[in-house]
């Protein structure tokens, strides 16, 4: 509780100090402070922190007013399904490939880009004397991003047929038109937040990075499953919020990723394979889901 009076009493200490400010914008910018709470509390405490999470705390209009209508025609365009839809938050952006530093199509011409990427962002983080990368240990310890194409069988291999619905939430995927492509194959019925709205709608939000990823929230959070693929405060803030918004009964799967890769490193590992297939028990770790899940 100390925690929680704490804060609240910086909250009217800087409304004091601020309030000409506060009265103009109507708003309170807090330092990120997430990281530093206990999780061991009360269960009134805790009920008291989705309180304001998920209750209090909104999006500014301009975002929930089109990530309402994003919804809306994702519902619509689900219709084969009773308006229900799989969200995936896919981490395939460049940033994140190269941070795994691992590798895919393991090319020269990646490499390359993975370098200047690295040096870019982490200025000489990557090139410390000592540092030993090894991509293949890295995978097999599950820390590589999924790719599209991974997360296209993945899901063929739970059951869910080209007839699914899918919302992929991102940002920029590296090399789209190259690895978006059998995902897109495999789930014809895909969208994304550039196919949803247009991009008028879009244009006030271009070049800011959260909004965007609001909008992906949004979108996700009313979808019948959220498909998690790589860590980060986007995935968890999610499914604590889908538990809360769905009384506990949010249906969430979290791929175990060493599993996966001893699966999909396999020699007769298929495209087609993943579509026919089911996959092996105990290969995902699932919140409320059995192997199969049907829409």
């Known amino acids: ?33 997430s990281n530093r709470l ?7 405490i805790q009920g008291l922190r989705c309180l304001a999470n998920f209750e209090a ?63 870019r962002s982490w200025r000489g983080k990557f090139r410390r ?52 492509a059998p995902l897109k194959q495999m789930f014809p019925l895909l969208e994304t937040k550039d196919t949803l709205a247009s991009p008028e709608e879009l244009a006030p939000f271009k070049g800011h990075s959260s909004r ?9 959070l009313h979808s019948e499953v959220f498909v998690t693929t790589q860590g980060g405060n986007f995935p968890h803030f999610l499914v604590g919020h889908r538990r809360y918004f769905y009384e506990g009964h949010a249906k969430t799967i979290k791929p175990d990723k060493r599993k996966l890769a001893v699966l999909f490193d396999r020699p007769n590992i298929s495209l087609s394979g993943a579509e026919a297939s089911q996959a092996p028990d105990g290969l995902f770790l699932h919140v409320g889901l059995h192997t199969r899940l049907q829409l």
């Open 129 to 180: 004397r000592g540092r030993v990368i090894r991509p293949g240990a890295i995978r097999v310890d599950g820390k590589c991003p999924l790719t599209p194409l991974e997360v296209g069988m993945m899901l063929r291999g739970m059951g869910f047929n080209n007839n699914t619905s899918i919302y992929v939430a991102a940002g920029k995927i590296y090399k789209s038109e190259k690895y978006m």
């Open 38 to 44: 206990a999780h061991a509390v009360p269960p009134n």
């Open 1 to 33: 509780m100390s925690s929680t009076g704490s804060f609240l009493s910086f909250l009217f200490r800087s409304k004091e100090k601020s309030v000409d400010r506060e009265v103009i914008q109507r708003a309170v910018r807090v330092a990120p402070f």
């Open 212 to 220: 965007l990823a609001a909008l992906d929230y949004t979108v996700c």
């Open 57 to 119: 705390l909104r999006f500014s209009e301009p975002i929930r007013t089109l990530a309402a209508k994003m919804v809306d025609r994702m519902v619509k365009n689900s219709s084969n399904s009773g308006g229900k839809y799989v969200s995936v938050h896919l981490r395939f952006e460049e940033d994140m490939v190269a941070f795994s530093c691992c590798l895919y199509d393991g090319g020269e011409e990646e490499k390359r880009e993975m370098d200047i990427a690295r040096e």
